[in-house]
């Protein structure tokens, strides 16, 4: 069993539409990362949230963090064939710990 | 700088054989992660180091796994014997203990025939 569901699993999805991703747990978080993998490389972070209702932009993407830290979305704009990848969230369930749980991921096609 | 650097970038061995995958983390960083990715079961986290000093290696799967960390530039991973279900990809990350911000290497693809 996962600590952090996220879905849906895959979405394929045509230039300029918009779309959400979920990451979801019956835990609380102390902060929560979203991170972004593309074939043959390793994660690389795009955002963090630390509190409860936080929401970040950053250009088309949108990341929310539930009220209660125990989920966030993703939410992309206009999705553009360069955001195809897979979406990864990570939380820490001490504040201050180390220890990331990832979730298993979002692989999103973004079709010209 | 160069990035967390990871070697070899594949590997294709037997069971049984050893296998050694190294790292190499971003100067001045003072943390180091180890992880495994598989289809299966996403990202684990397998052990991770602060100051060189392993502080949970609870995800390590069993004894055939091992990690060390001789100094602060570099970092092996080693697998004796390994099996065909070790087969995965595996990471090496690093960051700054205060920063909880990782970065990746690029991994190290195992196949274990």
């Known amino acids: 069993t996962q600590l952090l569901e996220q879905s849906p699993q895959f979405l394929s999805i045509q230039e300029g539409e918009n779309l959400t991703v979920y990451c979801n747990s019956s835990s609380v978080f102390s902060s929560l990362q979203w991170y972004r993998q593309e074939p043959g490389e390793g994660p690389v972070l795009l955002v963090t949230?630390?509190?409860?209702?936080e929401v970040k932009k950053l250009k088309r993407l949108t990341f929310q963090f539930g009220d209660a830290r125990k989920d966030s979305s993703l939410h992309i704009t206009a999705a553009q064939p360069g955001d195809t990848g897979l979406y990864l969230c990570a939380g820490s369930l001490i504040q201050g710990a180390q220890k990331l749980v990832f979730g298993q991921g979002t692989r999103l096609t973004i079709n010209p | 700088d160069a990035g967390v650097i990871q070697s070899p970038r594949h590997e294709v061995t037997e069971m049984g054989q050893e296998v050694t995958l190294r790292c190499k983390p971003i100067s001045g960083h003072n943390s180091l992660f180890w992880y495994r990715q598989t289809m299966m079961r996403g990202l684990e986290l397998l052990i991770y180091f602060n100051n060189n000093v392993p502080i949970d290696d609870s995800g390590m799967p069993e004894d055939r796994f091992s990690a060390k960390m001789p100094n602060a530039s570099f970092s092996t991973l080693k697998i004796q014997p390994s099996e065909p279900r070790d087969s995965a990809v595996y990471f090496c990350?690093?960051?700054?203990?205060?920063?909880?911000?990782?970065?990746f290497g690029a991994g190290s693809r195992l196949t274990v025939l």
């Open positions: 949230v630390v509190t409860g209702g």
């Open positions: 990350a690093s960051s700054l203990s205060r920063a909880n911000v990782l970065t």
